[in-house]
């Protein structure tokens, strides 16, 4: 089985100061990842402000989770990428998505086109960048992006940058699967044109057969992959109660969802235990108001 590995997802700060401190504060408890998220809204703009982070810290590891494919051209995102990665000094892991807050694009004047076209454009995408990340020059004439005989620049480290492709529609894990070194499951998918979500494989049931679609898709790649939860609640026993009143879930559903963690640190240490031996999941991140909450809980495995 992989090791665990965990990630916190911080959206923002108000100073130089404030952010790197919550950078070194995220290393010092443990965590192996710092991650940004991508949104028009209150949250810094990702790539640079992981580069800051880097500044301040010495072994975490730095990624975006995820950046949304339509804000940004493959070739654009490919030299960020590999410029964020010379900085981070080959610390930094590339996370990508298909976009699904229609609000922002609409916000902004950008097409909000249909699931199937903004996952086609990100797989078209996903194959840009790595080619680019892998010092080739790339030719590709697809039916959303062409690219003529371009080579990016900075040089890509020897050292491959990491891919994430994360969602939890069946096309953009099959395209997780097939193309990326992480596949993301968040277990819920957002209503198309609101900002309601469907909480459609949160359960254990649900994301057992997330993970059993990406089994088949990937096949002979599926033993390389890393499979990562994004943790939408961490807290104290009762706490699930609280969750189940907003999702409409039941207790013991939640109980066992590897996207719900509510218990002592000892029980979420066994928990997390069951999700790696039962679905493989071995990388798992938490918001940063969990931060101090789930600290305990990674001291305990480490101890393991």
Not at 1 to 19: D, L, Q, T
Not at 112 to 137: H, M, Q, Y
Not at 141 to 157: K, L, M, N, Q
Request: proline share 5%; glycine share 8%; charged share 25%.
């Amino acid at each position: 089985m992989r090791p665990f590995r965990f990630g916190v997802s911080i959206r923002s700060a108000a100073s130089r100061r404030e952010w790197q401190e919550k950078a070194r504060r995220a290393e010092a408890s443990g965590f192996d990842v710092l991650l940004v998220a991508d949104h028009l809204a209150e949250c810094l703009p990702p790539l640079t402000a992981l580069c800051s982070a880097a500044d301040a810290t010495e072994r975490l590891r730095l990624g975006t989770f995820v950046v949304n494919n339509d804000f940004r051209h493959p070739v654009l995102l490919a030299r960020e990428a590999a410029t964020v990665d010379l900085l981070t000094d080959g610390r930094f892991e590339l996370g990508l998505g298909a976009g699904h807050m229609k609000h922002e694009y609409d916000e902004v004047g950008l097409r909000f086109d249909a699931p199937a076209v903004r996952v086609a454009r990100l797989a078209e995408s996903v194959t840009i960048v790595k080619r680019l990340l892998a010092g080739e020059e790339t030719t590709f004439v697809g039916e959303h992006y062409t690219v003529r005989a371009h080579r990016g620049f900075p040089a890509p480290s020897p050292a491959r940058v990491p891919i994430l492709v994360g969602g939890n529609g069946r096309r953009v894990l099959q395209l997780a699967a097939r193309e990326a070194d992480i596949v993301g499951f968040t277990g819920f998918s957002q209503v198309e044109g609101s900002r309601d979500v469907n909480l459609s494989h949160f359960t254990y049931a649900g994301a057992a057969r997330r993970v059993a679609l990406v089994r088949d898709q990937a096949g002979e790649r599926f033993d390389g992959l890393e499979l990562n939860a994004l943790v939408q609640h961490v807290g104290p026993p009762e706490s699930v109660d609280e969750v189940a009143a907003r999702t409409g879930l039941g207790r013991d559903e939640l109980l066992d969802s590897p996207f719900v963690l509510a218990g002592t640190p000892a029980t979420l240490a066994d928990r997390l235990h069951e999700h790696r031996e039962r679905l493989g999941l071995s990388y798992f991140v938490v918001f940063e108001p969990a931060m101090d909450a789930f600290a305990p809980v990674i001291a305990r495995l480490r101890a393991d």
